[in-house]
């Protein structure tokens, strides 16, 4: 803010056409002229940094989605893009505009050619969904029904409104991990967690989709297990008629 009001003093100082300015006047004029320069050269240099790195994860994903393309027409295994990297490479263009001029020829060609690898993401995604399937009911203990209820309630959680089509224990058995606690009153006490995971196929109203969950359950002090809790690690588009294959 301080240098663009800077910039429009300087501005309406030059405009203002003084035929004799004072020197120190003259003086002051040209060294906010100056510091001006070196700041947006600097503003410059950051957003060709930040476009840099942005370009550099542009070019792997575009030689990562390429490869995989090809190996997708000709039948064979590939791999989908993550969403991950596609929102790190969205995050460094808009780091990058920050600092860049608007019409900045560079960086919408960045933009243009990340625009074409979302496109083509998408299309790896749709046909991805294609080939997803549920793994089958593994679990047999006979708190199933628990699980199956803390599984519900973090996908009413996360996609309110979303019918359970399908959904399945896919592990045999708890998983139980040990580690150190520290309480409330600063003691350090060994805590026990045990895991399961659950896949559920939902239907939103913006498609079918695999959830893959995380279910667990914490040890209380009295070495019972806490309440059954769970929240969704994994979301994947899927045919409806892929279900119950």
């Known amino acids: 803010r301080i240098h ?5 003093a300087l501005q309406e100082y030059k405009n203002a056409g003084v035929k004799e300015p004072l020197e120190l006047l003259a003086d002051t004029a040209a060294e906010i002229e100056s510091r001006l320069g070196k700041f947006y050269a600097a503003l410059d240099g950051l957003g060709r940094i930040a476009l840099k790195e942005a370009r550099q994860q542009l070019d792997h994903g575009r030689e990562f989605m390429d490869k995989n393309l090809a ?3 000709r039948g064979e295994d590939f791999l989908i893009l993550s969403r991950d990297v596609l929102v790190g490479i969205q995050s460094g263009l808009d780091q990058a505009a920050v600092f860049l001029e608007k019409d900045d020829q560079e960086l919408a060609g960045a933009r243009a050619d990340y625009a074409a690898l979302d496109r083509d993401a998408a299309v790896l995604r749709e046909k991805w ?6 793994l089958p009911e593994k679990y ?3 708190d199933a029904g628990e699980i199956r209820s803390a599984a519900e ?6 996609s309110p409104g979303a019918e359970v089509l399908r959904m399945n224990i896919v592990s045999p058995g708890w998983r139980e991990e040990w580690r150190i606690q520290e309480g409330s009153d600063r003691v350090a006490r ?3 967690e045990r895991h399961v995971n659950v896949q559920a196929a939902v239907k939103r ?3 079918v989709f695999l959830l893959t969950l995380g279910v667990y359950s914490i040890s209380n002090k009295d070495w019972s297990w ?7 690690i994994f979301t994947d588009r899927m045919l409806e008629e892929n279900i119950h294959k």
């Not at 969904?129 to 549920?134: D, F, L, P, Q, T």
């Not at 806490?226 to 969704?232: E, L, Q, T």
């Open 190 to 192: 060994f805590v026990a």
């Open 153 to 158: 309630a973090a996908i009413a959680a996360e």
């Open 129 to 134: 969904a294609e080939k997803i399937r549920m």
């Open 226 to 232: 806490g309440p059954v809790k769970a929240y969704v």
């Open 140 to 142: 047999s203990g006979g």
């Open 4 to 8: 663009a009001e800077a910039a429009e």
């Open 205 to 207: 109203g913006d498609g």
């Open 71 to 73: 190996l997708a027409e």
